[in-house]
């Protein structure tokens, strides 16, 4: 094949004497073809933090809850195969034999799984409002026999209403609410009542509870709204006769966030649920919003609220997080935010959260916990000096005895 080179001269061989042909072997110029691939524009991808648990997207909804262990799933699953069996019973008014053991069974079973309770260590979660859910001792038509509480069915025609224990661990208030109904003569309408029964509580050992009565409040209700509240004080001990002492103790078997299961002195289930309802203002306990008071606007289903607060956006939100207070105020369900702050506002929610002992007590603790050290220094001093006031003051109290 010939060669597919041509002879060119060199630029030096131009000017010089003697010519010298530098031979430059070019290539033949040949068609340039380029082979050029279109590419699809590349899609936009969400940006991703890469971690040691895997890929957690950045935009994305955040990732469900962890799953929850063996334990705390069989313990959920205990708690609703109670309550399924309870549900339907009228709060034990309507309880046979056989579904008093059943009862009995599946508290037990429960129990079992979660072992002694010490209200030592978990007593705020006493805290709160709670409604009672079945008695044992209902299905006696009383509202626990011996121990402090209203008989029905004996005097006057009672129908039972919703029963509720507000408990207060600050200023040890044990109060039993029972919502009852008296007949009347027709064609007067039923008078309905609220009959709060004041107690005082303590702990005894880790898990018994002991309540001393101290009076009886009656509001009406309904048509007879606008009367005034009647107390009852209690009666001295000297005229109390000895088979109403007038106190009565019980056991904690178990408690958690959201349910509560006790014991009387005679054996007799009692389980609680915490009261939700519309309305109701609870302290957040856990996240970013740790401390802030919300309102539950609607009820999502029995894990989850969607609660709203005047600086917060309105979201849903666990029981487990929330710790209900004995404030409510009147809106409608899911109300618009400029509703929820009159509303508020009109119920002087913010003074009478702080006002409470349990609010007292948080803004002790939060205040504490902004001390620095030239506070916590004079605090110390405080002490010494309170310690040493009182050192005095005994020491004359001992002499003036012995002299």
Do not use: C
Request: aromatic share 6%.
């Amino acid at each position: 094949m010939a060669s597919s080179s041509f002879l060119l001269e060199s630029p030096a061989s131009i000017f010089s004497s003697s010519p010298i042909k530098a031979p430059l072997y070019l290539p033949k110029p040949y068609p340039f073809i380029v082979n050029v691939k279109r590419r699809r524009p590349e899609r936009k991808r969400n940006p991703v933090l890469k971690s040691a648990v895997g890929d957690v997207s950045v935009v994305d909804s955040p990732p469900p809850p962890p799953p929850q262990d063996a334990k705390s799933e069989l313990i959920s699953s205990l708690k609703l195969k109670l309550l399924g069996i309870v549900s339907g019973l009228n709060r034990g008014l309507a309880a046979n034999q056989d579904d008093l053991g059943k009862a009995d069974d599946a508290a037990k079973e429960l129990e079992t799984v979660t072992g002694p309770v010490d209200l030592l260590t978990d007593l705020d979660k006493l805290q709160g409002r709670w409604k009672l859910i079945y008695s044992s001792a209902f299905s006696s038509r009383t509202l626990g026999g011996s121990r402090p509480g209203l008989p029905t069915g004996r005097l006057l025609p009672v129908t039972l209403g919703q029963v509720f224990q507000r408990i207060d661990v600050i200023s040890k208030d044990f109060d039993n609410i029972a919502e009852i109904e008296l007949g009347a003569p027709w064609p007067l309408p039923p008078l309905e009542v609220t009959a709060t029964l004041a107690h005082k509580f303590e702990i005894i050992g880790s898990s018994k509870i002991k309540i001393t009565f101290e009076k009886t409040s009656v509001k009406t209700r309904g048509t007879f709204s606008q009367l005034p509240s009647l107390d009852v004080p209690r009666i001295p001990d000297a005229l109390r006769p000895p088979s109403n002492p007038g106190s009565g103790d019980f056991d904690v078997t178990f408690i958690d966030a959201d349910t509560r299961i006790t014991r009387g002195d005679r054996g007799e289930l009692r389980p609680f649920k915490r009261y939700v309802e519309i309305g109701r203002v609870a302290l957040v306990n856990y996240g970013k919003d740790y401390g802030k008071l919300v309102v539950i606007v609607d009820v999502v289903d029995q894990n989850r609220a969607l609660v709203d607060a005047p600086d917060m956006v309105r979201g849903q939100m666990n029981f487990k997080r929330l710790t209900l207070t004995d404030i409510t105020i009147d809106i409608p369900r899911v109300p618009k935010k400029k509703t929820l702050i009159e509303a508020m506002e009109k119920a002087d929610v913010k003074n009478k959260w702080e006002n409470s002992s349990w609010g007292r007590k948080l803004i002790v603790q939060k205040r504490r916990a902004s001390l620095n050290d030239f506070d916590r220094f004079k605090l110390m001093l405080a002490k010494i000096k309170r310690a040493g006031v009182v050192r005095q003051e005994l020491a004359k109290l001992k002499k003036e005895n012995s002299s």
